[in-house]
């Protein structure tokens, strides 16, 4: 999965990540489609069986490859197909998101939000509402902060190599 | 027939792996009468130029410790990779980049400025700090810089095997040992430790609950820890299913939760969010708040459950940090 979008004419624009579960919230963004709402297309949508489903790995995995925001959409309570799904959805969603603001990640860069397939409206609403947010948050560029943090060792790798030869004289001495 | 060679460095590492090795007890006469021991600085008396003189691939193994932290210890790294046929990964710093990776949520700034300024315990008027360089009497003299992030060693060069713990254990440093001598050597990237999570063999397994359903998270200091009752059931947070066993669940053994040295087992990508994901998941409570509240036990989620594997997990270090560049 590479979830950095292609910048449109330099100009950089967000990629937002859903987890969207398949009866409620994935039929719902469908209808949105079918009705011809309009809503940003910056959202990579992934189909799982249930929020329940949503490994907070796969969250910690989307920022690390380029998202800049994930989005969960779930059943509402008392609605989910496997009937307790979405609760468990729920209480990892409020630790992962403690979670990631302790490592840097701005709490407007995950949501979740309870959808009804009957909700397409919603859909719409909340993705631009999110896409808007992460415009004004700016790029989260995990990606680009990796090959930042490694471009550390390998300039000070060549540092440690010129200097070796001088070192090795000292310990001679 | 010459006896094989091997070397034991350490690099960002608190010298407990040091003294697992000497744990080994007499049976590190057994090891030491079938090798020769070529580099081990903390033990005997060694020096960089001995091991630059050897010829590459010259030690059967190099059994190295600790994070990569500086600039001296990466080379070290580079050099050791050079010189060794395998470069063996020695405890969870250098798995995964133990308690010192846990310095990736500062920047470096911070913790050179509490180090040497702010520390209760620190007296340093003047601010001095370790210069990179320094000149006397026609003499330079140089340190190694510290990093902005403490990395795993595989995050630096090419690890063949991995022998995970905080320390690893005498048990299964005989064994890797025993292996590579006897050249029966699993696939490459392995880790010598079994496959398996820890509550396998942990004595308080029976007592594990089919189904928690915490109220609330306590911490070991705040409460009475029953000797034989599998943590989860007092509700405190164990992470033993989560972490790969080998350690002979010692922890357990002695009234303490496991916090997860071994580090995840293989299927596993992010030890931390696998921890989290299951803990969070049997909580009882179904609103926001009452979850919220329960949660409230948990009050560094990072410090719980990346306390050995931050350098290694899926994002490594707090985003946004500032990357300084020179002393
Ligand atoms: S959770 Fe901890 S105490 Fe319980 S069985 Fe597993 S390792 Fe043992
Ligand atoms: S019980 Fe857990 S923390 Fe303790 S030694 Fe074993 S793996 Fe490490
Ligand atoms: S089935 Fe939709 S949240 Fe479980």
């Known amino acids: 999965m590479n979830a950095t979008p292609k910048p449109t004419n330099g100009s950089w624009s967000p990629s937002l990540v859903a987890f969207f579960c398949n009866w409620c919230t994935y039929t719902a963004a469908d209808l949105a489609g079918v009705s011809r709402m309009k809503y940003a297309p910056n959202i990579r949508t992934i189909r799982l069986m249930c929020s329940g489903r949503v490994d907070p790995q796969f969250i910690l995995d989307a920022f690390s490859k380029g998202a800049d925001g994930v989005l969960i959409g779930g059943c509402h309570p008392n609605d989910c197909h496997y009937a307790e799904g979405n609760y468990k959805c729920l209480r990892r969603f409020r630790l992962i998101k403690r979670m990631v603001a302790d490592l840097g990640i701005e709490e407007q860069r995950l949501r979740l939000e309870w959808i009804s397939a009957a909700e397409g409206e919603k859909v719409k609403t909340v993705v631009n509402e999110m896409v808007d947010q992460l415009k004004a948050l700016g790029p989260l560029g995990i990606p680009k902060q990796f090959a930042e943090w490694d471009a550390e060792m390998t300039r000070l790798e060549h540092a440690a190599q010129t200097s070796q030869s001088a070192e090795s004289e000292v310990a001679h001495a | ?327």
């Open chain 2, 1 to 327: 027939m010459p006896k094989p060679k091997i070397g034991i460095y350490w690099c960002a590492s608190c010298g407990g792996c040091e003294e697992a090795v000497v744990d080994l007890a007499e049976d590190i006469l057994g090891v030491v009468e079938k090798v020769d021991i070529m580099f081990w600085p903390c033990a005997m008396d060694f020096k960089k130029a001995d091991v630059e003189a050897m010829p590459d691939k010259s030690l059967v193994a190099t059994l190295l410790n600790g994070a990569i932290r500086s600039s001296e210890q990466e080379e070290m790294a580079h050099m050791l990779r050079r010189k060794s046929k395998y470069m063996i990964a020695y405890g969870s710093c250098a798995c995964t980049g133990g308690i010192p990776a846990l310095a990736n949520q500062f920047p470096r700034e911070q913790i050179l400025r509490y180090v040497y300024e702010e520390s209760p315990t620190t007296v340093n008027e003047a601010k001095t700090r370790p210069q990179l360089k320094f000149a006397e009497a026609g003499r330079e003299v140089t340190l190694p810089e510290l990093r902005n992030v403490v990395r795993s060693l595989d995050q630096v060069v090419d690890v063949d095997y991995y022998i995970p713990g905080c320390p690893p254990t005498p048990k299964i440093t005989k064994a890797a040992i025993g292996a590579l001598l006897e050249g029966r050597m699993p696939p490459k990237g392995s880790v010598l430790s079994p496959d398996v999570a820890l509550c396998e063999e942990c004595s308080r397994r029976d007592s594990k609950p089919t189904n928690v359903a915490f109220t609330e998270f306590k911490r070991t200091h705040q409460k009475h820890l029953d000797p034989q009752l599998c943590f989860l059931a007092q509700g405190v947070i164990c992470m033993g299913a989560a972490t790969r066993q080998g350690c002979g669940a010692q922890c357990p053994s002695g009234n303490m939760p496991c916090t997860g040295c071994f580090g995840g087992t293989d299927r596993v990508k992010d030890q931390g969010a696998k921890a989290l994901s299951s803990f969070c998941a049997n909580i009882a409570a179904k609103e926001a708040d009452e979850i919220d509240q329960t949660l409230k036990g948990i009050p560094d989620p990072v410090g719980t459950f990346y306390r050995y594997g931050l350098a290694k997990s899926l994002l490594r270090r707090k985003a946004g940090l500032p990357m300084s560049n020179g002393k």
